[in-house]
């Protein structure tokens, strides 16, 4: 017999984004909770692809370059960027890599993992940052976008592009009904985090499908961009700047 929880699961309309706010957007979540959320959500980029699209997004943007400067917004605990430092290493490629997250036990996390000369954390909203030297070559979020609504997106959009020299790209999820019960499955058998437990599942109903970025984008003024969809359901958005 179904549940109350299955029956409601299964009418659950992915024709339109959910606006419910996950667990992790609210500002009185304890520490450790936090970082076992980032903990499990590294696991999850490193083990279901995310990270591979995240370094297939910044070679697509990198080129020729041996030098280059890398910031990630909404940057988390800073797997992704560790994730890309390693890339870089072993292509003997001179990186350096800015993070910044509103949340400031996420930088606190980030720092104490990678103290590292070429990486810098700040705790800030994005919209509030200003860069001191010169733009960061790149400009990228992961599993960040599906937080905010299409109006926010469209700024948020236009801001990475005016603060970047070469260009963007994002790693976000596919909204569809597989993803959902396959996350909403997995996490309940394997997480220990009740936040990962309650956001993975929201995420997915929060994220995006192609009509929704050929939108946001339409809104945000940009014509000329690369959409994909990639394996296990994301998304990965590249615009370049033009020269």
């Known amino acids: 017999m179904l549940s109350v929880q299955s ?26 909770a936090i970082r076992k ?8 980029n490193k083990y279901l692809g995310g990270h591979q699209i995240t370094i297939e997004g ?6 020729n370059k041996k030098e280059i400067t890398v910031c990630e917004i909404g940057c988390g605990g800073g797997d992704n960027l560790m994730a890309i430092y390693k890339w ?5 490629i001179t990186a350096k890599f800015i993070g910044i997250d509103i949340n400031p036990d996420c ?21 509030n940052y200003f860069f001191p030297d010169n733009k960061p070559d790149i400009i990228f979020s992961s599993l960040f976008c599906h937080h905010f609504s299409n109006e926010e997106l469209v700024f948020m959009l236009r801001w990475m592009m005016n603060n970047s020299s070469t260009g963007i790209f994002i790693n976000d999820l596919h909204r569809h009904s597989l993803a959902y019960h396959s996350i909403h499955f997995l ?16 995420s997915v109903i929060r994220g995006f499908t192609k009509k929704d970025w050929q939108l946001i984008l339409q809104k945000a003024g940009f014509n000329s961009y690369s ?8 998304w990965l958005l590249v615009i370049k700047r033009s020269i």
């Open 58 to 63: 910044f070679k697509k943007l990198l080129a």
């Open 7 to 32: 029956v409601a699961n299964s009418c659950m309309d992915f024709s339109i984004r959910s606006n419910k706010k996950e667990l992790l957007d609210l500002d009185d979540i304890p520490f450790d």
């Open 227 to 234: 959409l994909k969809w990639k394996w296990a359901f994301r």
């Open 88 to 92: 870089c290493k072993k292509k003997n």
């Open 187 to 202: 996490t309940k058998i394997f997480s220990d985090s009740y936040l990962v437990k309650n956001d993975a599942p929201l």
């Open 107 to 127: 930088i606190s996390i980030a720092k104490s993992k990678y103290d590292f000369a070429n990486f810098s954390f700040f705790t800030s909203d994005y919209r």
């Open 37 to 44: 959320n980032m903990d499990e959500l590294e696991f999850i």
